[in-house]
């Protein structure tokens, strides 16, 4: 008589990736909380800034040398890092984001808010943006993923891939953000844009 073979329970330990996705996540945060730019943080920590952007989307592990190289910049340790790692994704992670809470990632003069509620394994990003006139974003950026977004008042342009589009209050835009990419507001008044980006990168 054959046996029935006892289905085993689903393994719930993280696998390899989804690790390092939420190692980089939370070393995103601590580095926005202390308003680095992935480029600073590298500076500081004698790293490469792609070395820094391939560890925060979660595509390399870092060697506990490096993280403990980018912890001490981050006025952290390996110790604290680890012990409350699993702390802060049960009981960081809100449902409402109060204005103060949002994190400026901004820099060339545009206020970049950043809408983070510490979930660590979020997919999505989403960006409250502000373009006093004569304004941009200070360089020509590029990241894995979408971004979509309307111009809430203003006008700004974006410039793509050495193309320039001229937005208005009213209209959208979706472009791949792999391509390098500005926002410019060469108006005399402020420009508002509310963006989101998947995946999240910051």
């Known amino acids: 008589m054959s046996t029935k073979k006892e289905k085993k329970p689903a393994d719930k330990r993280l696998t390899d990736k989804n690790l390092d996705t939420q190692l980089g996540n939370r070393l995103t945060v601590m580095r926005l909380e202390k308003g680095y730019s992935q480029r600073k943080l590298a500076q500081l920590a004698g790293l490469t800034n792609t070395a820094i952007s391939s560890i925060e989307n ?3 592990s870092p060697s506990i040398n490096t993280l403990q190289r ?4 981050l006025g952290s340790d390996l ?3 680890f012990a409350t790692y699993q702390e802060q994704q049960q009981h960081n992670i809100r449902i409402v984001v109060k204005p103060e809470e949002l994190i400026n990632i901004g820099n060339g003069g545009a206020v970049l808010n950043l809408v983070h509620n510490g979930n660590p394994s ?21 990241h894995e993923g979408e971004e979509v977004g309307t111009v ?6 974006i410039i793509l891939d050495e193309k320039s589009y001229e937005l208005r209050a009213g ?7 792999s391509v390098p990419h500005t ?3 060469t108006s005399n008044e402020e420009a508002h844009i509310v963006s989101a980006h998947s ?3 910051y």
């Open 183 to 185: 926002f410019i507001n």
């Open 152 to 157: 809430i008042s203003g006008a700004v342009t």
């Open 70 to 73: 980018i912890l001490t910049v």
């Open 122 to 142: 979020r997919q999505l990003a989403m960006l409250i943006e502000t373009y006093p006139p004569h304004s941009q974003t200070e360089e020509k950026i590029s």
């Open 79 to 81: 110790a604290s890092f």
């Open 199 to 201: 995946p999240a990168t």
């Open 171 to 177: 209209d959208s835009y979706v472009f791949d953000t």
């Open 58 to 60: 979660g595509k390399n």
